[in-house]
């Protein structure tokens, strides 16, 4: 090949080497700004479920101290319908002593009026209607008993009084009591009424704040659920850029591999033609030096056999690294099985967006690379980069150990149609059957 043909070769594969450089550093772009606004979204996240986590320990704080005032007005409420009751029960019986007073002072005023008259009339006669009642006895038997009659009679009028006195005195003072005491329970009813409208406003002031809350609760949960949604399509999009990727890089490589192919092989045309003419000059160099015709022959059919010798063996070593690198025969010196119980000891663990903890939580990818760099294998955190790693196998042949590639996920082949992974959030590291979703790649790296 001249010189001139080599460059324009040259030229033509750095042409496109820059191309498939500009087309991964476009997708790189779109892939970090993806990533960037998921991380943001999650940062987001985080801290509206903290707020969350705050707004409800305040809803039940002031949940506590709703339920305690109302508590306290119900207590209230009773002891005011308790109060009522007693006070209608004061107004009964202050009723009945205002009746009971008003009928000893009559009946006071009565025994007053008559003893009033007795003494008027034993005033006015004087000693005579004694001196006639004394006389005018028929025998000392009825004088004693006139006698007795009369003095008894001042005494029933002296005790009488005096017993109308001490009721009237009673019912007056009971009167007084009962007042007083509806005086004192008319003031526990007022002090009640200030109490309910106290406890009534700060219960309103409480349910305003539990509404405030409410509406914050709302706003928030609303707000998170409006980062997962994002984190959700972001999510979408490095997938897809991870399969463009993926995709890309291995057109990438079947065309770098083509050229290289192209190259060598007119690399080797061009030695070959090389070769021949030299060997061709040799000959017709010989026969004008005066070397016999068969001597000449001679040397140009074993030039050209050693060009030919020489040819076939570069197209022998082309063949042997083409062969190469379609089968690399990958083998780590480590067995599957062990790959499959180590991983078994994490099942139950937590699942985490981008985490590579074995223990704290892992991604679907951040599992199987860090299961697998327990064992010294290196492999990417991306569950889409790893459809490209290792040798490509049927699921029909998949052994323990060997990769299960979905879209989007990955998990680590068990045998017996049973996979270990990092499913998801609700569920964490976990086993599964293979096939619960499409698979699109299985990959062995051991």
């Keep these: 090949m001249s010189i001139h043909k080599k460059r324009r070769f040259?030229?033509?594969?750095?042409?496109?080497?820059?191309?498939?450089?500009?087309?991964?550093?476009?997708?790189?772009?779109?892939?970090?700004?993806?990533k960037n606004a998921k991380e943001e979204a999650e940062n987001n996240l985080n801290e509206t479920s903290r707020q969350i986590e705050a707004i409800e320990k305040q809803q039940a704080a002031l949940r506590g101290e709703i339920n305690e005032k109302d508590a306290e007005l119900v207590n209230l409420l009773i002891n005011i319908g308790i109060l009522e009751d007693e006070l209608e029960a004061k107004n009964i019986q202050l009723e009945q002593v205002k009746t009971d007073l008003a009928d000893a002072q009559e009946t006071?005023?009565?025994?007053?009026?008559?003893?009033k008259k007795r003494i008027q009339f034993m005033y006015e006669k004087g000693d005579t209607a004694m001196i006639e009642a004394l006389l005018g006895s028929s025998s000392m038997s009825d004088f004693l008993n006139r006698v007795e009659y009369v003095s008894d009679v001042y005494q029933y009028d002296r005790e009488l009084l005096t017993q109308y006195e001490t009721t009237?005195?009673?019912?007056?003072?009971?009167?007084?009591?009962?007042?007083?005491?509806?005086s004192e329970l008319e003031a526990m009813q007022e002090e009640y009424a200030q109490q309910q409208a106290s406890l009534e406003t700060v219960l309103a002031q409480?349910?305003?704040?539990?509404?405030?809350?409410?509406?914050?609760?709302?706003?928030?949960?609303?707000?998170?659920?409006?980062?997962?949604?994002?984190?959700?399509?972001?999510?979408?999009?490095?997938?897809?850029?991870?399969?463009?990727?993926?995709?890309?890089?291995?057109r990438r490589q079947r065309e770098a591999a083509e050229a290289a192919a192209r190259a060598q092989a007119q690399a080797q045309a061009q030695a070959n033609q090389n070769n021949n003419g030299t060997t061709n000059t040799a000959g017709s160099s010989g026969?004008?030096?005066?070397?016999?015709?068969?001597?000449?022959?001679?040397?140009?059919?074993?030039?050209?056999?050693?060009?030919?010798?020489?040819?076939?063996?570069?197209?022998?070593?082309?063949?042997?690294?083409t062969g190469g690198g379609a089968n690399p025969g990958y083998s780590t010196g480590v067995s599957g099985s062990a790959v499959v119980s180590y991983a078994c000891q994490f099942v139950g663990n937590p699942y985490v967006w981008g985490g590579t903890s074995l223990t704290n939580g892992a991604d679907c990818s951040g599992f199987v690379m860090s299961v697998f760099?327990?064992?010294?294998?290196?492999?990417?955190?991306?569950?889409?980069?790893?459809?490209?790693?290792?040798?490509?196998?049927?699921?029909?042949n998949a052994q323990p150990g060997d990769l299960i590639c979905y879209s989007g996920h990955v998990g680590i082949y068990m045998g017996g149609g049973s996979i270990v992974h990092a499913q998801s959030t609700a569920v964490g590291i976990t086993t599964s059957s293979a096939t619960y979703r499409t698979i699109v790649a299985v990959r062995r790296v051991l």
């Design 10 to 34: 040259l030229a033509a594969l750095l042409i496109a080497s820059l191309a498939v450089t500009h087309f991964q550093a476009v997708n790189a772009s779109t892939m970090s700004k993806a």
């Design 108 to 115: 006071e005023a009565e025994q007053y009026a008559s003893m």
């Design 168 to 182: 009237v005195q009673q019912v007056s003072d009971l009167k007084v009591s009962v007042e007083n005491e509806k």
């Design 206 to 250: 409480k349910r305003s704040q539990m509404g405030d809350y409410d509406n914050q609760l709302a706003t928030a949960q609303a707000a998170a659920e409006a980062y997962r949604q994002t984190i959700a399509v972001q999510n979408q999009i490095i997938q897809e850029e991870e399969r463009r990727l993926r995709e890309e890089e291995e």
């Design 287 to 321: 026969g004008s030096s005066g070397n016999s015709g068969s001597n000449n022959s001679g040397n140009g059919s074993s030039g050209s056999s050693t060009a030919n010798s020489g040819g076939s063996g570069n197209n022998s070593g082309n063949s042997g690294e």
């Design 373 to 396: 760099a327990h064992f010294g294998i290196s492999l990417p955190h991306s569950s889409a980069a790893m459809q490209g790693c290792g040798q490509a196998v049927s699921y029909a």
